[in-house]
């Protein structure tokens, strides 16, 4: 079992900034991709950005250049830097860990983002 814990979600007003932060703890093997979904209301959940454990990323279209993910040297915390928020951008934000050792995800509890003025 993986167990996830999100910080950093929040209200910012267009053109602001958050950091959403996600620490792994339990059976946390090496290979893995940890990476971070939204979901708005009555929308499907979809990838925002990713990270493996060898540090190759990959964004969403619609946040490229504006995101950045990021792991620490633990590579157990996961990091969301997001850059000129637009509205559109308000969701719930789900940190996840996809285990390819087991090959099982696990999932946070999710941390809410609104962008609004």
């Known amino acids: 079992q993986v167990q996830l814990v999100e910080s950093g979600g929040g209200l910012v007003q267009p053109g602001g900034s958050l950091r959403l932060s996600c620490t792994a703890s339990g059976n946390t093997v090496d290979r893995n991709i940890m990476g971070w979904y939204r979901q708005a209301p009555g929308e499907e959940r979809d990838m925002v950005a990713a990270?493996?454990?060898?540090?190759?990323?990959t964004y969403a279209d619609s946040v490229k250049g504006r995101f950045a993910i990021s792991r620490d040297n633990a590579k157990t915390t996961v990091y969301l830097q997001m850059n000129s928020l637009k509205p559109e951008d308000t969701a719930v934000y789900y940190c996840?860990?996809?285990?390819?050792?087991?090959?099982?995800?696990?999932w946070g509890q999710g941390t809410q983002v609104t962008v609004s003025s």
């Open positions: 996840k860990w996809s285990d390819f050792v087991n090959f099982v995800d696990y």
């Open positions: 990270i493996t454990s060898a540090g190759g990323t």
